[in-house]
């Protein structure tokens, strides 16, 4: 592949809005896929983090997209949900791959679908990609996964969507790059509880054994990156989604090659080495199992 090769008609930043310098995860996932990503650097901490995961790195991002609009495209019809909002958004330059948007769009014509992200110049790209009336996303904002709330309250998400309905969000491939420090499970809690009763999170976190050589060589990859990679245990993903108090539907957390719905049965390209797990869960009602189920978690986490 040429490192100069530029895809058609896109919108391509000034210098001044990157850090030249600096790789960004929106970029090394582009890269993963057969993108070029943005800058220099992202191509270059990519191919660390590629030689570290011995070669199955693509195949799991590749099929983390294919989990990520597999999944939203069965919640939204199952659940008849019109509301869609897209948390991390990638970028889709140079790549063929499924995205969310398309996905739901298909699956419910009359969903609205809005994404936000914390990197600016992935917002322009996705405004200038992934932006359509017919089958690409309503609107991009600027927002942060660490500060939930402003999300959720941010003007363009309450002007278009009503809040007696509920919300499917993708929440896929972005908590593992949350810290501990930053209190992943105090997150999804508040996500949760920002939404309306009925709504659905398609969910996805990169995976491996504590202690894990490989993991620790990729996560490395990740340093002078714009954020860090935090890799956790199957157990240990599954528990925060608990503790947090969401539903997880059937087949449970599971690889993303793995996953499919009920009565149905997938099986994608294997990457035993680098894995990638992900779930479908539903929010919790008010006083229910899993809300008492959350509370005693998180009393049980109390010093």
């Known amino acids: ?38 800058v220099w650097a992202d191509w270059d901490a990519a191919q660390k983090v590629m030689r570290a995961g011995r070669g199955e790195v693509p195949i799991a991002a590749r ?16 659940y008849g949900i019109e509301q869609v909002l897209d948390i991390g958004v990638s970028l889709v330059e140079g790549i063929q791959v499924p995205t969310v948007e398309e996905a739901v769009r298909g699956a419910v014509p009359a969903a609205r679908v809005l994404a936000c992200d914390n990197n600016p110049v992935v917002i322009r790209h996705a405004q200038a990609w992934r932006g359509s009336p017919d089958s690409g996303y309503e609107h991009v904002f600027l927002g942060d996964v660490r500060a939930v709330e ?64 490989a993991a620790a060589a990729m996560a490395a990859g990740y340093e002078n990156a714009s954020s860090d990679l935090t890799f956790r245990t199957e157990p240990a993903v599954a528990a925060m989604l608990q503790e947090a108090g969401w539903e997880v539907t059937d087949p449970g957390v599971t690889d993303v090659q793995r996953w499919a719905p009920p009565g149905e049965r997938y099986r994608g390209e294997p990457s035993p080495s680098v894995r990638v797990v992900g779930a479908v869960a539903t929010r919790p009602r008010v006083g229910g199992r899993a809300e008492s189920r959350a509370r005693a978690a998180r009393s049980e986490r109390r010093p």
Not at 13 to 36: C, T
Not at 63 to 75: D, G, H, L, S, T
Not at 182 to 197: A, H, K, W, Y
């Open 1 to 38: 592949m040429s490192l100069n090769k530029q895809p058609r008609d896109t919108y391509r930043p000034q210098s001044a809005d990157l850090e030249v310098g600096r790789a960004s995860a929106a970029g090394m996932y582009n890269v993963y896929q057969g993108g070029l990503g943005l």
């Open 63 to 78: 099929e983390n997209a294919r989990f990520a609009a597999r999944a939203a495209a069965w919640a939204a019809r199952a």
């Open 150 to 213: 402003q999300i959720l309250s941010h003007p363009e998400l309450t002007r278009r969507f009503r809040r007696d309905r509920p919300v499917l969000v993708a929440l896929v491939a972005v908590l593992h790059f949350v810290a501990e420090a930053e209190d992943p499970v105090g997150i999804l809690t508040r996500l949760g509880e920002g939404l309306p009763e009925g709504s659905v999170l398609v969910f996805s976190h990169a995976c491996a054994p504590e202690a894990d050589p």
